[in-house]
Each structure stands twice: as structure tokens, then as C-alpha cells.
């Protein structure tokens, strides 16, 4: 079967129970492929739809067919537009789901660039046909199309048996927390909180929330923009260029603003700046210094050639995506840097590339990695572990949280310190685990 097609296999029969059920489909000891499944009497909610990024177990999932437990979903609903809790979606598209998408108006807004870019990436990375990638993307631009057509942008709605309202969450552009109830039962599922320049809204009160631990531990150091400015200065001092792995529906507006603000204050070098990506500048990108060259192929420009430069590619996990070209042309030489955000997935490459490997597979070829490579625990977009906690524990305790979207010990030090300040049930869910609501 072709992801371009709806799957023909019959749904399974719905058993509709009489007391909301959650279970974990993805998200449970990985920071990515964020899906929850809510099941009341009268729906089957699934909130998150996300794919997998890291080890070839997981990434495996992206492809179909989809899960039997997702293939008789009324609803879905989004808590945000990246690929790590909206990227799954034209694939359940694809196979067959209609029902309606409720999102925020911002995710909303952001969701068709999101897919867009991945649809071409993917589209590229077939083309390429480099040996390992499976021979068929996980799907096309017209189920991504089909996808964005469902969409339902709203702040509060109710659909059959469950009620839905959606609160600002900070970090990733458009990302909301979501509290779905049913009856006398609620449960509050928050994609990753914003920092203090990006602080999310106050939780209401929920039976079970559902919380995923701080991305990086001890979070944003708040010397983001000094750490970047330096990287650059070295670079542009040895002769090399820096690139920053950021798509334009994440991570780019956030760091071309950056960029923006250090080029004003002549904090680094007014420097050509290249977005390489298949749809073009983000939403909200603000003004640089110099023209922001917007790459359609990598190999229709020769920007090495003409001095330093910075460069932004997707995806941030380096999957596939013209990161790799830029990747597999910077990393050989030590005059180039590599700002990685955050150390990723386990398994993906800015992982690898945080943790110190020496050398990297692109596209079935290993590349030596003699280029700087920094890692920052983020731009300054994510809380850290004390700041989720307080967010956390500053309305009324629920009767038990799950923390998820962490790496496992990651997740499990949240779970513990939740316990032990605040006496809370903290469990860190097992990868398909049901619990009543």
C-alpha cells in the first residue's frame, strides 16, 4: 500500500466504554511521536498526532500502515504544528481518517508549511534514492493538502461526549496546552512549556495531566545570544561559515530574530544569511540586515564560495532534509561551525553531533566531523525542570501526571522530583500503556 492511498482494510469495531480510557501511543520514553489516545462512551479522541524521530524502531512507525488503535478515530486534536506532535497526521490522512482537526488558530496558521516542507523533503530524499531511505515517503504533498483541509481552528469547542478548551503554552510558535472533558472526568495534555519570554498560560484543573519533562535539563542558560555571537566570531575569524539546523514552520523565525538583534547591535558581523528550504521564508521572520537568500535546490548556488556565511536548513533533528547536504558539506572542515539546539532525539543525528561522535552517516556514506560543533540547550524558548515543576504544582494537584516526552531517565528524574516536592502520583507511562481516566 502507497501512502497516497486510504488504507482498504475494514476499521476494527469500537468498543466504547463507560469510563474515558487514555492510552499511550507514542510519546512515552521519547521526546517525539507525541500521541494520545482519550476514548469516552460516545468518542475516540486522539490528542497529538505526532511522528518519530532517533532509532530505526521508532522512525519505522512513520511509515504505514498506521496503528489498528488509530484507524477508528473520530477527532483529532493538535497542541502544536511540529513535526513531533503534528507530523503524523497526513499519514492517518492517507489512510483513510476524515474527521475533524481542532487546533489552535496559531497551529492552525503554522500546520501548512509544516507539512509542506516535510512533504518535500521527503519528496527530495526519493528522488535522491539513497540506499536505507524506504522506497516510498511516509507521504505526499496532496495528503498533506488533504490534511490541512480538515483543519477546525478553535480556542473552546465540544464535540459528542468531550469538551475541549485550548490555553497558550509557550516555546515551539502556535503550541497549546489542551483539557479535554468528559463527564466528571478531564484530562490536560501540554506539548513542551515556554520559558519566561514565552510563558505559558495557568493550567486548569485536571484528574490526570499529562506533562512532558523540561526538553533539556537545566533548560535556556540565558546567554543564548553571547554563545551564538562567539561561535560566529570564530567561524568568520578561521574563514568558515556556520549553519544552524532549523525548519521554517520551527525553530528558523526564532533564530533569524536572533540573528537580527546581533547584526543591529554589531554584536557579530552583518553577514549574508541563507534559509535553505523548499517553501521560503517562515511567517513572521523579521527584517535582516543583508537580502536573506532563500535556496529552492542546494545544488543550484555556489554561497561556499563566497565567504562566510550562515546557513538555516531543516529539519532541527538533521533527519532527512537539505540539512544534509549542508551537513555533509560543512562538517569536513574545521574552519565551519554547527549550532546544534539541544542534543535531539536519541538517535538522530544533532544527538550524535551534540554527544561529541567524530563522524556521522549521510545518505549511506559516513562524514568526518572536523567542524566546531556547540550545543545549546535551546534559544531560550523552553522552561527548564524547576520552572515546568512550578508550573505544574501552582494550580490543584491532579490525582496522577504522567511525564512524558522525555528521554526515559529524563522522564523518570521529572516523575521522581515531582513526588518527592510535591507528593504527587508521578508515573512515567510505558509505550502503549491504557489507564482510566
Known amino acids: 500500500m502507497t501512502s497516497s492511498a486510504p488504507a482498504t482494510t475494514s476499521a476494527p469495531t469500537v468498543c466504547r466504554r463507560a469510563r474515558p480510557t487514555l492510552t499511550f501511543l507514542g510519546g512515552a520514553g521519547t521526546p517525539t511521536g507525541a500521541r494520545y489516545l482519550v476514548e469516552t462512551p460516545g468518542a475516540r479522541v486522539l490528542v497529538g498526532c505526532g511522528a518519530f524521530a532517533g532509532p530505526a524502531d521508532l522512525t519505522r512507525r512513520n511509515w504505514s500502515p498506521a496503528p489498528d488503535a488509530l484507524r477508528a478515530l473520530d477527532a483529532v486534536v493538535l497542541t502544536g504544528a511540529d513535526a513531533a506532535h503534528?507530523?503524523?497526521?497526513?499519514?492517518?490522512?492517507a489512510e483513510g481518517f476524515t474527521g475533524p482537526v481542532f487546533a489552535t488558530p496559531e497551529t492552525a496558521a503554522l500546520l501548512p508549511m509544516a507539512l509542506a516542507e516535510a512533504a518535500a523533503q521527503f519528496a527530495e530524499e526519493e528522488t535522491a534514492g539513497w540506499p536505507g531511505f524506504p522506497a516510498a515517503p511516509p507521504f505526499r504533498p496532496a495528503d498533506a493538502d488533504r490534511a490541512v483541509a480538515l483543519l477546525q481552528p478553535v480556542t473552546e469547542t465540544a464535540f459528542r461526549d468531550v469538551g475541549l478548551v485550548?490555553?497558550?503554552?509557550?516555546?515551539?510558535p502556535g503550541a497549546a496546552w489542551a483539557?479535554?472533558?468528559?463527564?466528571?472526568?478531564?484530562?490536560?495534555?501540554?506539548?513542551?512549556?515556554?520559558?519566561?519570554?514565552?510563558?505559558?498560560?495557568?493550567?486548569?484543573?485536571?484528574?490526570?495531566?499529562?506533562l512532558p519533562a523540561a526538553p533539556v535539563p537545566g533548560g535556556a542558560t540565558g546567554h543564548e545570544a553571547g554563545r551564538l555571537a562567539a561561535v560566529v566570531h570564530?567561524?568568520?575569524?578561521?574563514?568558515?561559515?556556520?549553519?544552524?539546523?532549523?525548519?521554517?514552520?520551527?525553530?528558523?523565525?526564532?533564530?533569524?530574530?536572533?540573528l537580527r538583534d546581533l547584526m543591529d547591535a554589531r554584536e557579530i558581523p552583518v553577514l549574508?544569511?541563507?534559509?535553505?528550504?523548499?517553501?521560503?521564508?517562515?511567517?513572521?521572520?523579521?527584517?535582516?540586515?543583508?537580502?536573506?537568500?532563500?535556496?529552492?535546490?542546494?545544488?543550484?548556488t555556489d554561497w561556499w564560495a563566497d565567504g562566510p556565511s550562515i546557513v538555516l536548513a531543516g529539519p532541527e533533528t538533521a533527519g532527512p532534509g537539505r540539512v544534509l547536504d549542508q551537513l555533509a558539506r560543512l562538517l569536513p572542515d574545521a574552519r565551519n561551525a554547527v549550532v546544534v539546539a539541544g542534543p535531539g532525539a536519541a538517535g538522530t543525528r544533532t544527538a550524535q553531533l551534540a554527544d561529541g561522535l567524530r563522524q556521522v552517516k549521510i545518505r549511506g556514506r559516513y562524514v568526518p566531523v572536523h567542524a566546531e560543533i556547540t550545543r545549546f540547550a535551546d534559544f531560550g524558548e523552553y522552561a527548564d525542570e524547576a520552572s515546568v515543576r512550578a508550573w505544574a504544582t501552582a494550580g490543584?494537584?491532579?490525582?496522577?501526571?504522567?511525564?512524558?516526552?522525555?528521554?526515559?531517565?529524563t522522564a523518570l528524574?521529572?516523575?521522581?522530583?515531582?513526588?518527592?516536592?510535591?507528593?504527587?502520583?508521578?508515573?512515567?507511562?510505558?509505550?502503549g500503556e491504557r489507564v482510566l481516566l
Not at 396 to 409: K, L
Not at 417 to 428: I, K, N, Q, S, T
Open 179 to 210: 483539557h479535554l472533558r468528559a463527564g466528571d472526568r478531564s484530562v490536560l495534555v501540554t506539548p513542551p512549556l515556554g520559558s519566561a519570554t514565552h510563558p505559558p498560560e495557568p493550567r486548569p484543573a485536571a484528574a490526570v495531566l499529562v
Open 413 to 431: 528524574a521529572s516523575a521522581k522530583a515531582l513526588h518527592a516536592e510535591a507528593g504527587w502520583c508521578a508515573v512515567v507511562p510505558a509505550d
Open 234 to 258: 570564530r567561524a568568520v575569524h578561521r574563514g568558515g561559515s556556520v549553519l544552524i539546523p532549523a525548519s521554517a514552520a520551527g525553530r528558523a523565525a526564532e533564530v533569524l530574530t536572533l
Open 396 to 409: 490543584a494537584p491532579p490525582e496522577t501526571v504522567f511525564v512524558v516526552e522525555g528521554e526515559p531517565e
Open 272 to 300: 549574508p544569511v541563507h534559509v535553505d528550504n523548499p517553501v521560503g521564508l517562515p511567517a513572521g521572520v523579521p527584517r535582516l540586515p543583508e537580502d536573506v537568500a532563500v535556496h529552492r535546490r542546494p545544488e543550484d
Open 166 to 172: 485550548f490555553g497558550r503554552a509557550g516555546g515551539q
Open 86 to 93: 503534528g507530523g503524523f497526521l497526513p499519514q492517518l490522512v
